[in-house]
């Protein structure tokens, strides 16, 4: 099993920054690709962006040019940096990796953002 530990949200005004860790533990062997998703209330949860272990990322539309995913593959880690947040990013922000051909899901961060 792979653990994954959320942390870095909270409340921010408009126009300000976050930076999401997610942070990967217990039986690793070869972290494929990790990624942030995120669910606002009342909606599906979507697909943020994705990072390889290679380092290729992958953002949704709504978030290039704003966010930036990166990762150390020697702490197992992944980062979200957020800026220009707008009220509409508010969401459980939830951290995803895959090992193999299984997936793991870490239990959210929320961000709030305040117009």
């Known amino acids: 099993q792979v653990q994954l530990v959320e942390s870095g949200g909270g409340l921010v005004q408009a126009g300000g920054s976050l930076r999401l860790v997610c942070a990967a533990s217990?039986?690793?062997?070869?972290?494929?690709?990790m990624g942030w998703y995120r669910q606002a209330s009342g909606k599906p949860r979507e697909l943020v962006a994705t990072i390889t272990s290679g380092g290729n990322t992958n953002y949704a539309d709504s978030v290039k040019g704003r966010f930036n995913i990166s990762r150390d593959n020697a702490k197992n880690t992944a980062y979200l940096q957020m800026n220009s947040l707008k009220p509409e990013d508010t969401a459980i922000y939830y951290c995803?990796?895959?090992?193999?051909?299984?997936?793991?899901w870490g239990l959210g961060t929320l961000v709030t953002v305040s117009s």
């Open positions: 217990g039986r690793i062997v070869s972290i494929n690709a």
């Open positions: 995803k990796a895959q090992q193999y051909d299984f997936y793991y």
